[in-house]
């Protein structure tokens, strides 16, 4: 009696020091994702977060649902910085009327939020979900791995995962993920039937604010087996009583049963609906994903792509849950290996549910760009602590791991995501804004970029990808690649390359491999070589492909056409003795490579590409006086209209990058790769230089002029400034003077 008395008195010790713990822990985080706040006079949203916003204003002022240019002068006033509601979807009845086309469950959450603390509200509602999605999973969890690993893990799962980061967003995931969780629990978790079609009612509303978790539903009916056939008809009635009720809102808007159906339409700039000039959309831009034969083509017609996707949802850089949700990925080894019938069907409502969306929208199947990480995945990833709750009764693994196993694997996982997720960490609306401040940096960069999901991959740098002249093609330069260009060690170098079109009756653009340096380059795709040869820096390799590169098309939805793409592996091997500061750069073949470049005619760098010249290796973004080299190696190229007996001058326009502290300037001058010249720069240094280029070194029109930084130096080391460049010269113009032709 004394022994369960003391027993008694540590748990109520333990849970009071846990719940301490979790008070603070969350007052925290709240605390810190309210003050990284932007306020609302400088702020602008981005992505749909207006027409979640303009309903919840809506709701709360009008109680309808019905947008309005008082609407409209309501979100101006709130958000004068934002220039309006970019990102609204917005649908119209047969008798003109303009209503919110979004399903409407988180705007009426949000609205008394809105109306007592402001856009403050999102935040403290979304807030308030994943502490509850905390809650139910250290309930789902702790049968399996104790209190003590479960409030940790639970903390981990929601505190260490794009969850937090979701926060500061007005948006409705965390909202899905808490109607899921919440169905499913007291669905599978529940003792008494009340609950049980309390649940059932939970899900029908989380199917309305998410259609595609229809597909789960079904799963979870299977998983509660402890359910006779009359609840079960009861769960029905109650869940499609659920699904009803905010449906029932739809049909008397516009007549169509779910928000993306009808005449629905996106509003990117002004003039905005209602206001003079806006011109009224006559076609529906989204209904043609409900089109049944065309999602059926989609999902036979797609099944090749499962395996990689299977691959990409776990080690994928946008998608993968190892990177992004390390504790969800434990759960969901623990219900495999322990799994009872129930889990297996509730795993199997996670994979169907995936597999939709994998395989409708294969180039945009994790919750579109602007996105960190896999946004659909997070909506139904409570699956994953579901899972658990049914593996405590008849497992079908013949042994449970012991608890020490247990809890050292749990740690673990929770060290991986601290590795991983750190940086959600004070939740800000800035990561969720630029993800590609994640996906560029470690350990993200570590993990394969999904190729099927490239067009919408936020990377947001403009050396990542490349569009062909009649922008059909575009080219992602995905391996090996440093700020868009290829560093030549001594050895082999490899990097990759992706092709990818949406349309399959495109034609293959030609493209254009450069180096600073002799090399020997090969391309392969599917195993076999295509195109190899030597390079040097004044012959640039022109390769042709065939369409047969590309072995497979797979029909998407969101674009409604077939898309196909092809992998492309480049290898350099030098040539030269000493390589470690070469460059190389393989991209469409450009038509200002065609072009001859104009005689005695100064041309700003501004003006190249239209002039015959093409900037290669080495240089920053053209600013309005110029261009700076960033690095120790740049060049450009141009062709010239014929050979002149005397050769040429160029005269270049140059300034150096010569602060105080670093007070002179060295670069080499090198034609075709033969140094021809030193140039040193200190403060009494002329801004133009010349320099004259015999015949002999211009066997034909085309001309590579590099330039050697010795010593260039980077603001940000000299304590300038933020700017990380490694700056040596800077070009302004240039102007090629022949002297007498060779006809």
């Known amino acids: ?39 609302d006079e400088n702020r602008a949203v981005f992505s749909d977060q207006s027409a979640h916003l303009m309903a919840s204003m809506s709701i709360w002022h009008d109680l309808d649902l019905r947008y309005s240019l008082r609407d409209l002068e309501r979100f101006n006033s709130l958000l004068p910085e934002a220039h309006g509601p970019r990102g609204m979807f917005l649908k119209r009845n047969e008798d003109g009327e303009l209503f919110y086309a979004k399903p409407f469950l988180y705007a009426a959450l949000a609205a008394p939020f809105y109306g007592i603390f402001g856009t403050s509200g999102f935040i403290i509602l ?83 604010e998410k259609p595609t978790f229809a597909v789960i539903v079904p799963f979870l009916l299977l998983a509660a087996s402890q359910l006779n056939w009359k609840a079960r008809l009861s769960l029905l009635a109650s869940m499609l009583i659920g699904w009803s009720l905010p449906t029932l809102v739809n049909v008397m808007q516009d007549g169509n049963i779910l928000a993306y159906q009808g005449l629905r339409f996106y509003v990117e700039n002004a003039p905005f609906p209602l ?13 043609h994903v409900f089109n049944l034969p065309q999602l059926i083509t989609a999902l036979l017609g797609n099944l090749m792509l499962l395996p990689q996707k299977i691959f990409d949802s776990l080690i994928g850089r946008q998608t993968g849950i190892l990177l992004y949700f390390p504790i969800a990925a434990f759960f969901l080894m623990t219900s495999m290996f322990i799994r009872t019938k129930a889990t297996i069907f509730v795993l199997s409502g996670l994979f169907a ?66 590795i991983f997720q750190n940086k ?54 995905t391996k090996n690649f440093n700020n868009g260009i290829i560093h030549i060690k001594d050895k082999p170098t490899t990097s990759e390359v992706v092709l990818y079109q949406l349309s399959e009756d495109s034609p293959v653009p030609d493209l254009a491999i450069t180096a600073s340096s002799t090399v020997h380059a090969a391309l392969r795709t599917n195993g076999r070589i295509i195109w190899q040869g030597d390079i040097n820096p004044n012959k640039t390799a022109i390769v042709s492909l065939s369409q047969d590169i590309f072995k497979t098309k797979y029909f998407d939805m969101l674009s409604f056409n077939f898309v196909r793409w092809a992998a492309i592996n480049l290898e350099i091997i030098p040539l030269s003795s000493d390589s470690n500061q070469e460059l190389a750069d393989i991209s469409f073949l450009k038509n200002d490579r065609k072009n001859l470049v104009e005689y005695s005619k100064v041309i700003s760098v501004n003006d190249f590409s239209e002039s015959g010249i093409t900037k290669l290796f080495g240089w920053s973004k053209n600013e309005p006086w ?64 010349v320099i004259h280029i015999d015949s002999k070194y211009l066997p034909d029109p085309d001309v590579v002029l590099a330039f050697r930084m010795l010593n260039p130096a980077s603001p940000s080391i000299l304590g300038h400034s933020s700017d990380n460049r490694l700056l040596g010269i800077g070009l302004r113009d240039i102007e090629i003077t022949p002297n007498d032709f060779d006809n």
Request: with cysteine.
């Open 1 to 39: 009696m004394k022994i369960s008395r003391i027993t008694s008195t540590i748990a109520n010790y333990k849970n009071k020091i846990w719940a301490l713990i979790w008070i603070l822990v969350s007052i925290t985080v709240l605390t810190s994702a309210t003050l990284n706040k932007v306020n």
């Open 424 to 477: 959600v960490l004070p939740p800000s609306e800035e990561l969720v804004r630029d993800p590609a401040i994640y996906l560029r940096s470690n350990p993200a960069k570590i993990f394969p970029l999904e190729q099927s999901l490239l067009p919408s991959i936020p990377m947001y740098v403009s050396w990542f990808s490349e569009k062909s002249a009649d922008s059909k093609t575009r080219l992602y330069r």
């Open 126 to 208: 979304n807030f308030m979900a994943i502490i509850i999605i905390a809650t139910l999973t250290f309930n789902a969890t702790k049968k399996i791995y104790g209190p003590g690993n479960s409030h940790i893990l639970a903390m981990a799962f929601i505190f260490l995962s794009p969850f937090i980061a979701w926060v500061p967003i007005i948006h409705p995931d965390i909202i899905i993920a808490l109607l899921l969780f919440t169905g499913g629990y007291l669905l599978l978790a529940g003792n008494k039937t009340n609950a049980v079609i309390l649940g059932a009612f939970v899900l029908g509303l989380a199917v309305y």
């Open 275 to 287: 206001e003079d000039g806006w011109i009224e959309s006559t076609k529906g831009s989204t209904n």
């Open 626 to 689: 110029g261009v700076w080299s960033d690095g120790q190696y740049a060049d450009i190229f141009f062709r010239l209209p014929g050979i002149p007996v005397g050769g040429i001058d160029v005269n270049v326009g140059v300034q150096p990058y010569i602060p105080s502290d670093h007070p002179t300037q060295t670069a080499e001058v090198y034609v075709n790769d033969k140094l021809i010249d030193k140039w040193i720069f200190d403060h009494a240094s002329d801004s133009k230089r």
């Open 353 to 418: 549910y995936l597999v939709l969306n994998w395989l409708s929208f294969p180039t945009n199947g994790f919750g579109g760009a602007g996105s960190y990480g896999p946004r659909y995945l997070m909506q139904a990833l409570p699956l994953t602590a579901l899972a658990l709750i049914t593996c405590v009764k008849n497992p079908l693994s013949p042994r449970i791991p012991k608890s020490n196993i247990i809890s050292a694997i749990a740690i673990l996982f929770i060290i991986v995501s601290v």
